[in-house]
């Protein structure tokens, strides 16, 4: 198994509360991805990076900001959570790029509930 | 726009029975498609297929890629409870190859 940590597994939050979700990576990989899944909509990118200090915007990217200081560690804040960002978050790492043979593998997902 | 449709949406099926699930990837510029396999928790990588290898197996499972219709699918034979799971299917964004677009799934439930 690909060496992805999320953390934290589960978290129980209010709306306006700030958030901050954990990746941290063993297999240097250069590439890192945050999604959301929902029922309905799939896995929905949020925000990727492809290095230290290089991040990108994904399709959902409103009212989340990411870091990367760290090859290892991807950071995804929610600076003031609402009801509609309570999902399943999952972190995901790449070597390369998705059509040069690399593909993406799974940390095992953050379950956040925001009230 | 890219787009990845899959198809059937859910499908139930009873042990032993073969199954094919569908996915139409509509790009402009076709690289690779990626199935995975989520069952609980997060999806695990299946298969990956591109220009230069149209077909790729492993044990029951199998999947074949048309590339002038962009089109593939996956087929797993004698079916098994284990295989209950939602199956994703992806391919490399045209515009940026760094992202994937996903299809939302096909949930197949093996019953006993």
């Known amino acids: 198994d690909a060496g992805i940590t999320q953390s934290p597994r589960h978290k129980v939050t209010e709306t306006g509360t700030p958030v901050t979700l954990r990746c941290h990576q063993t297999?240097?990989?250069?590439?890192m991805y945050w999604y959301r899944q929902d029922p309905g909509h799939g896995l929905r990118l949020i925000h990727y990076?492809?290095?230290?200090?290089?991040?990108d915007k994904g399709e959902v990217s409103d009212g989340y900001s990411v870091s990367r200081s760290k090859t290892e560690d991807f950071l995804l804040t929610l600076e003031s959570a609402t009801s509609s960002q309570t999902s399943v978050y999952f972190c995901?790492?790449?070597?390369?790029?998705?059509?040069?043979?690399?593909?993406?593998?799974f940390g095992d997902g953050t379950r956040l509930s925001i009230l | 726009e890219d787009k990845v449709v899959q198809s059937p949406l859910s499908l139930v099926v009873h042990e032993g029975d073969t199954v094919t699930l569908n996915c139409s990837y509509e790009?402009?510029?076709?690289?690779?498609l990626l199935w995975y396999k989520q069952e609980k928790k997060a999806p695990t990588f299946l298969f990956m297929l591109?220009?230069s290898g149209i077909e790729k197996k492993s044990g029951r499972l199998s999947s074949i890629l048309d590339k002038k219709e962009l089109f593939s699918i996956l087929n797993i034979t004698a079916t098994q409870t284990g295989d209950s799971a939602v199956y994703l299917c992806?391919?490399?964004?045209?515009?940026?190859?760094?992202?994937?677009?996903w299809g939302l799934g096909t949930s197949l439930a093996v019953n006993p």
């Open positions: 995901a790492i790449s070597e390369s790029p998705s059509d040069a043979g690399g593909p993406q593998h």
């Open positions: 297999e240097n990989h250069r590439y």
């Open positions: 990076s492809y290095g230290v200090k290089d991040t």
């Open positions: 790009v402009t510029n076709f690289r690779s």
């Open positions: 591109t220009s």
């Open positions: 992806a391919g490399p964004n045209a515009g940026n190859n760094r992202k994937l677009i």
